[in-house]
């Protein structure tokens, strides 16, 4: 492998880190806000399908990536809307209202974008970090999302938000203790229907890196199970909004590992390098979940499920 290649490689993974681990770290920080407050939304991967569907078809229809972008915003608070008052409900099971929701989230999806898989759609101004370099490869693999610095800014808020502000203190409140939560007069559904819309809008942004910048077109397997994968990558990060960040990056990477060495010829292994991620998060699970033990950080509330 000569230098050249060596730094093209370098540049493809951590310029794939940035995004593909986009839509991870959108989803993660939504997963996040949602467990924080004592739910769990495993339908984020009809979150993050449907809203990916949703800002495609906005761009394309109204010809402004940021009207696509806020489409799918909408759409991912919608479905989480729905998933958060079901759940309100008495004797309505997190997890199994979750399975559901993913199912219609993704049937809805692939039912309305049928007419989407083949036209193209304004797409986000990229971010160039790579103009001090001659090469074409770094060029390429350094063009950031412009959605990605958002990202992180909104992990930083979210961090200082949780500890600092008395919104976040209220959300910490009904995911560790309901019942207190409950004595100080605050209506606990309320706050996890609005923990989990807030949630869902954030992993809005993750369907609109999707289909609006990388890979930057609307099929029907756009996500390729992010959105779970996402759900693990919170138990990874701790419930820390900044160790999302980190976990991001780290599944972004993972996935960009394979293109990035067929960038530079190496063709051998690229689909075994695709399924690095999902090897990834099977050992996050075994690793992290034991039976009968809570992890470190997990909102009190899920002790007593």
């Known amino acids: 492998m000569t230098a050249d290649q060596l730094l093209a490689l370098v540049a493809g993974i951590l310029g794939g880190a940035l995004r593909v681990g986009a839509p991870f770290l959108f989803v993660s920080l939504g997963e996040c ?7 769990i939304n495993l339908g984020l991967e009809g979150v993050l399908v449907l809203s990916a569907m949703c800002g495609f078809g906005g761009s394309y229809l109204t010809g402004s990536v940021w009207l696509g972008v806020l489409c799918a915003v909408l759409a991912g608070g919608a479905l989480a809307a729905l ?9 309505v099971n997190d997890v199994a209202t979750g399975i559901a929701l993913m199912l219609l989230g993704t049937g809805l999806a692939f039912y309305l974008g049928k007419p989407l898989i083949q036209p193209q759609a304004p797409q986000l101004p990229p971010i160039e970090l790579g103009n001090w370099s001659s090469s074409p490869a770094v060029k390429a693999a350094l063009q950031i999302n412009p959605l990605v610095p958002l990202g992180l800014l909104l992990a930083v808020a979210l961090w200082w938000g949780f500890a600092n502000t008395r919104a976040g203190l209220l959300v910490r409140m009904a995911g ?3 019942q207190a939560a409950r004595a100080l007069g605050y209506s606990v559904p309320a706050i996890r229907i609005a923990a989990t819309i807030a949630g869902g809008m954030v992993a809005g942004l993750g369907g609109a890196c999707l289909t609006l910048f990388y890979p930057g ?10 959105g779970l994968i996402a759900v693990a990558l919170v138990i990874f990060a701790r419930w820390s909004p900044l ?6 990056l780290l599944f972004g990477g993972a996935g960009a590992l394979g293109p990035a060495l067929q960038a530079i010829g190496i063709g051998w292994g ?6 690095v991620p999902y090897v990834l998060t099977l050992l996050i699970l075994v690793l992290s979940c034991k039976p009968g ?12 499920r």
């Open 33 to 39: 806000i949602t467990e924080k407050a004592g739910r």
């Open 83 to 91: 998933h958060g008052v079901l759940c309100s409900l008495p004797r």
């Open 176 to 178: 560790d203790s309901a």
């Open 217 to 226: 077109s609307w099929n029907e397997g756009i996500s390729s199970g992010q």
């Open 243 to 248: 160790r999302c960040v980190g976990a991001a």
């Open 270 to 275: 690229y689909h075994l390098f695709n399924i």
């Open 293 to 304: 033990q809570l992890a470190a950080g997990a909102p009190g509330e899920f002790s007593a």
